[in-house]
């Protein structure tokens, strides 16, 4: 694997989650609030970028590292690389799922998040297939005999812009402000510009939409901001007086 572009490297490298997605800002955007929580809570995050994010209309690869060097200070996660895969030709490979594994193998995260498997940018899609894959083959031990195998015990699909209901929502609201200085610490990205004026959304508007999709989501489980995640097991309840989320 390249060295990175960024890395922030704990004590221990092994981490409790660890998010995974196709470029720079796709978690601050879906599931930064999410990690804030877990920070929060002692559990120890960590991110994957698949690509640099060069070939954006936007600012380059050296602008979005240091911004994503920023983000993640931000959400507070130990751990940050890209793994400079061809942004906008992202493949599910061999090649690419073993590259993956190594860095499962590394982190040894018990839970993964991935971008929901239906998306409009096709490298979003595929990280979802490519990331399921490598946390399978990452459990195999005849796959990259010279690593422990290790494989995480929870996938989950960050689901913020697909239109499906959520299986669980995860509440934000001690962090929107965090989460939204997260995903403005990409100024290439989504300050007021010339590149792309009519493609982006302009500043003044992005933090008004954001705290709107949070607030329908926690709307949805009776909390002030929400983040939507989709699983495909079905839930296994100890208790039925301590479910969440009120009926009536």
Not at 100 to 117: G, H
Not at 122 to 139: K, N, Q
Not at 157 to 173: G, H, K, N, Q
Request: charged share 25%; aromatic share 6%.
């Amino acid at each position: 694997m390249p060295p990175p572009t960024e890395n922030f490297v704990p004590d221990s490298p092994t981490v409790d989650i660890l998010a995974i997605a196709a470029h720079r800002d796709d978690v601050e955007q879906t599931c930064g609030g999410a990690l804030l929580r877990m920070a929060s809570r002692g559990l120890r995050t960590a991110i994957l970028d698949l690509t640099e994010g060069e070939a954006g209309t936007r600012g380059s690869a050296e602008d979005r590292a240091s911004e994503a060097a920023e983000a993640a200070r931000i959400l507070g996660v130990c751990w940050r690389q890209a793994l400079r895969l061809p942004d906008g030709a992202v493949e599910n490979t061999l090649e690419n799922r073993l590259k993956i594994v190594r860095v499962l193998r590394l982190l040894r995260p018990r839970v993964v998040i991935l971008p929901y498997w239906q998306a409009r940018h096709p490298d979003h899609a595929i990280t979802a297939a490519l990331g399921y894959d490598a946390c399978f083959l990452s459990g195999l031990a005849k796959i990259e005999p010279g690593s422990v195998p290790h494989r995480p015990f929870k996938i989950v699909y960050a689901s913020l812009y697909a239109d499906v209901r959520p299986s669980f929502i995860v509440d934000i609201s001690p962090f929107i402000e965090q989460r939204h200085a997260a995903l403005m610490a990409y100024r290439s990205q989504y300050a007021n510009q010339p590149a792309g004026g009519a493609l982006f959304v302009p500043e003044e508007e992005i933090r008004e939409r954001t705290l709107a999709e949070a607030r329908h989501y926690g709307l949805l489980a009776g909390v002030r901001y929400g983040e939507p995640f989709v699983q495909k097991e079905v839930g296994l309840v100890d208790d039925l007086t301590l479910l969440p989320v009120q009926s009536l």
